[in-house]
C-alpha cells in the first residue's frame, strides 16, 4: 500500500521560511511528478508546484522567486522550500504524486497525503 506523509507545517512570521518535507512509501516501481498543492479556508486546492521526474519545474506565479521545490528520487522524497512567507500562504499544503505500481503501469496513479498546516501571521 502506497502513502504519502507530509512535515514541515507550522506557524511562521511574514518574511520567514519553511521547509515542507512529502515521504512516499510502500510498494511500488517509480514515481512519475510529485506535486504541491494548498488549500486556504474556503478557497479551492490549488497547484503551487511540481517536479516532474526529469526535473522540469512549474511554479504558481504567487510563489515564483520564493517557494522551490526539489525531490530526492532514492529516497522517495520532495520538498517544498518556502522563503519569504506571506499571510496569504496560510493553508494546508497537500503532497501529490503520480506513483507507477509496476514497470507497464506507465500512467500511474495519483496518490495524496492528508496535508501538513501553514500558517502565516502577519
Known amino acids: 500500500q502506497v502513502e504519502l506523509v507530509e512535515s514541515g507545517g507550522g506557524l511562521v512570521q511574514a518574511g520567514g521560511s519553511l521547509r515542507l518535507s512529502c515521504a512516499a512509501s510502500g510498494s511500488f516501481f517509480s514515481i512519475n511528478d510529485m506535486k504541491w498543492y494548498r488549500q486556504a479556508p474556503g478557497k479551492q486546492r490549488e497547484l503551487v508546484a511540481s517536479?516532474?521526474?526529469?526535473?522540469?519545474?512549474y511554479y504558481a506565479d504567487s510563489v515564483k522567486g520564493r517557494f522551490t521545490i526539489s525531490r530526492d528520487n532514492a529516497e522517495n522524497m520532495a520538498y517544498l522550500q518556502m522563503n519569504n512567507l506571506k499571510p496569504e500562504d496560510t493553508a494546508v499544503y497537500y503532497c501529490n504524486a503520480e506513483i507507477r505500481r509496476s514497470w507497464s503501469d506507465y500512467a500511474g496513479m495519483s496518490y495524496w497525503g492528508k496535508g501538513t498546516l501553514v500558517t502565516v501571521s502577519s
Open positions: 517536479i516532474a521526474s526529469g526535473d522540469n519545474f
